[in-house]
Nanobody, 121 residues
Framework: QVQLVESGGGLVQAGGSLRLSCAASGRTFSSYGMGWFRQAPGKEREVVGVIRWSDGFTHYADSVKGRFTISRDNAKNTVYLQMNSLKPEDTAVYYC??????????????WGQGTQVTVSS
């Protein structure tokens, strides 16, 4: 079982920055990956970006490429989402997820409670 706890959400003006954190505890494996998803009101949950735990390989949704960066701290079992040049359309509840990472990508299995990010225009 893996437990995920997010932090770092809040209200920011357009063009600003926020950093989200996701601390993982419990049993994890080097074959795991972690990722961030988001869900805006009235919309489906969508992937933001994913990081492969073994080597730090990352990939992102086109909508956030060049603005968001995922990183990890192995010693702390923590993943970060640095969000720069935020836009009002980035407003959503952001969820951290973890699961096995294969050639098909991340299979989200465990989820955090979510953290609200609101970007004002």
């Amino acid at each position: 079982q893996v437990q995920l706890v997010e932090s770092g959400g809040g209200l920011v003006q357009a063009g600003g920055s926020l950093r989200l954190s996701c601390a993982a505890s419990g049993r994890t494996f080097s074959s795991y990956g972690m990722g961030w998803f988001r869900q805006a009101p009235g919309k489906e949950r969508e992937v933001v970006g994913v990081i492969r735990w073994s080597d730090g390989f990352t990939h992102y949704a086109d909508s956030v490429k060049g603005r968001f960066t995922i990183s990890r701290d192995n010693a702390k079992n923590t993943v970060y989402l640095q969000m720069n040049s935020l836009k009002p359309e980035d407003t959503a509840v952001y969820y951290c997820t973890a699961g096995r990472y294969s050639s098909a990508g991340l299979s989200p299995t465990y989820w955090g409670q979510g953290t609200q990010v609101t970007v004002s225009s």
